[in-house]
């Protein structure tokens, strides 16, 4: 039963364009949302959050949007950059879950110069 | 600071052997965690240690042991190694309150033949 799902395995994009990276989710009491970034032989390393109470959060080149309705989330990152290359996994928590972290399967962006 | 270090990188075990995974936090976080990353499964949670002196078991446990053996460090013992176990294995740390960041250690990459 997988709680959250990235359903695209790999997503291209042109340097300067913008990446969009999809998440879904089934169980509607997560509590908040999470982006991590992870590159080859490194580990995952924190990006971005979302709480549940809200629909938007920003931090530089980096959004989230969460559409609670549709059990949705979405990370936009303009503009892109070849360094933004790697995989990205979304992943959600909630507190009547014991705090653990659900991660998705992962998105790998590769960013074309 | 070195974060979350992991030993070792690399190891390769035949079937039936065991084995311990070493993790050392030096942050003063509270919480620690296992877990390993397959193709196409994101990252799954084994075991966690919410606090020191407390384990619980994560989404899968079974062929797993850890020790929580003091504030820093967090072991991951294979008792039995089954080439099933083959896979990435990430340790992580956190404040422990919810939604607090975890922060990973560059993992161990395990073969069982």
């Known amino acids: 039963d997988q709680q959250v799902k990235q359903n695209s395995p790999s997503l291209s994009v042109q340097e300067g364009r913008i990446s969009i990276l999809n998440c879904d989710y089934t169980?509607?009491?997560?509590?908040?949302f999470l982006w991590y970034k992870k590159y080859p032989a490194e580990g995952p390393t924190f990006l971005i959050s979302i709480s549940s109470i809200k629909d938007k959060n920003e931090d530089g080149r980096f959004t989230v949007f969460l559409n609670k309705s549709a059990k949705h989330l979405s990370l936009h990152i303009v503009p892109s950059q070849p360094g933004d290359s790697a995989v990205y996994f979304c992943a959600a928590i909630s507190a009547n879950q014991g705090g653990k972290l659900i991660f998705g399967q992962g998105t790998e962006l590769s960013v074309k110069p | 600071n070195a974060g979350v270090t992991q030993t070792p990188k690399f190891q390769v075990l035949k079937t039936g052997q065991s084995m311990t995974l070493q993790c050392a936090q030096d942050m003063n976080h509270n919480s620690m965690y296992w877990y390993r990353q397959d193709p196409g499964m994101g990252l799954r949670l084994i075991y966690y240690?919410?606090?020191?002196?407390?384990?619980d078991k994560g989404e899968v446990p079974n062929g797993y042991n850890v020790s929580r053996l003091n504030k820093r460090e967090f072991s991951l013992r294979l008792e039995s190694a089954a080439p099933s176990q083959t896979s990435v294995y990430f340790c992580?740390?956190?404040?422990?309150?919810?939604?607090?960041?975890?922060?990973f250690g560059p993992g161990t990459r395990l073969t069982v033949l």
């Open positions: 240690s919410a606090s020191e002196g407390t384990t």
């Open positions: 169980n509607s009491m997560f509590d908040y």
């Open positions: 992580a740390s956190s404040e422990g309150r919810l939604a607090d960041t975890q922060y």
